[in-house]
């Protein structure tokens, strides 16, 4: 096989200094220029940053600190621009970060000082454990087990241990200079979901709706005024072996609440929905953030009841609203839990039911389950059987009761046909909703109540 000269050249020289020694201190790399985070649903972050790095011409060390202490080392990717020779040689990421425990383990068999302030006494005792609390033995030889007494440790004790996650790099470069490099890796410790709040007016049949977008960082690490991005979708993700270098720091969340101006633009990306924040945000570790993601005023609704007519219990209230752009909406909407609020008679707000919501496209209808009716009952009652040889027929008697004193209501009863079916008689209105449903919509007055029955036939072929 033909070989390039050049290329040859090159490697050779590669070669000959990857041979070299590295330099006995390693250079730290410039501060954070430009932070993009994309988040997805799901405890995952592609996070990219530029930093500038003072490169010399040949084999050296670089240490970057202030990355994701949830760093997947295998996702790092380092690119210079276009003409800058250099080989990505060895990597490491460090993330044993300094806490008590790790500092006493470095002193097992060491001696310790040991300083009393309650009965003002100083000792020197020699630490052989610290698994279940601290084990020492003093200058006459006794084992102590958790004496009292605060431990000094000696100057510099933490020196080999990091303060934050370190992602360190030995390279080659072709050329000396200052560049701009682009670091981009994926991390966990960054999710995100979606949270609506619906108040909906005194009839029920209009509702303001905003959205908020909570963020939670878990990471490890504080990222400062950097272009955020969500993807709203399910984003497939194979299966990793067990990596978690760093414990979730679950507890102590600070909560920020962030609005307009400047919220999200969204647009379709791939086969998922991207929300670009219009300004930068920073999002400090163990912290949760909620920026406003939509608000939307006099958008329509419909209440509905549903009574479940073949397996009887409550009368289930809902609420529906078409998702367009008619209707004062239109943005896709990520999945969440939207909550559901109501003025009541002296104007204040109640908190009256909360359902989850799927990822919904423009146009789509958003159902949600509220709760059951205090005031709607329904009853089911199977009336007659029979055999017919090849197959059977069913006689059933439903009663649906509205103890409102003033409202009249419809109610939706679903009922629930398997096989090849057909009504033979109905008392009111139905519709064959699909395959193994008919459906009837049943007007109830107030304070009275409405009975209906209907026979079905079911044929076995």
Known sequence: MKRNPATLLFVCVLLAYCAMPIPASAKEAGAVSDLFITIYNGDLALVKEKRSFNLASGRQQFTLDNVSG??????????????????????????????????????????????????????????????????????????????????????????????????????????????????????????????????????????????????????????????????????????????????????????????????????????????????????????????????????????????????????????????????????????GIVRVFKADSKGQAQFVGEDRIDHTPRDEDVRLTIGNAFDIKGETVKKDYKDIGSGYTETWEITLKNHKESEDVTVTVPFAIWGDWDILSASTDYVKKDANTAEFKVDVPADGETKFTFQYRVVWR
Do not use: C
């Not at 060491?110 to 003002?120: G, H």
């Not at 991390?187 to 108040?199: E, Q, T």
């Open 70 to 335: 949830r760093l997947n080392p295998s996702t790092v990717h380092l690119a210079f621009p276009e003409g800058v020779e250099f080989e990505l040689l060895e990597q490491n990421f460090d993330y044993d970060l300094v806490n008590m425990d790790k500092m006493l383990n470095k002193f097992i068999g060491s001696e310790l000082t040991l300083i009393d302030d309650y009965n003002k006494t100083e000792q020197r005792v020699t630490l052989l454990s610290t698994a279940g609390g601290r084990v020492v033995r003093d200058a006459s030889g006794q084992i102590l087990l958790n004496p009292p007494g605060r431990v000094v440790l000696p100057a510099g004790s933490a020196d080999e241990l990091l303060l934050r996650p370190t992602l360190s790099w030995d390279l080659w470069s072709g050329s000396s200079g200052t560049q701009t490099g682009e670091i981009s890796y994926l991390s966990g410790g960054l999710d995100w979901k979606a949270d609506y709040v619906v108040m909906l007016n005194a009839d029920d049949t209009a509702a303001d709706i905003e959205g908020w977008v909570t963020l939670t960082n878990n990471s490890g690490t504080t990222f400062e005024n950097a272009q955020l991005k969500l993807v709203a979708g399910d984003v497939n993700r194979a299966p990793m072996d067990d990596y978690a270098p760093m414990e979730r720091a679950l507890d102590g969340y600070a909560m920020a609440e962030e609005a307009a101006p400047g919220g999200f633009a969204e647009e379709s990306f791939f086969e998922y929905h991207l929300y670009d924040l219009q300004r930068p945000t920073t999002i400090r570790n163990s912290q949760q953030k909620q920026i406003g993601l939509l608000t939307a005023a006099g958008v329509g609704t419909e209440k509905l009841f549903v009574f479940d007519g073949r397996n009887g219990g409550d009368v289930s209230v809902k609420v529906q609203f078409e998702n367009s752009e008619e209707n004062n909406m239109g943005m896709p909407l990520p999945k």
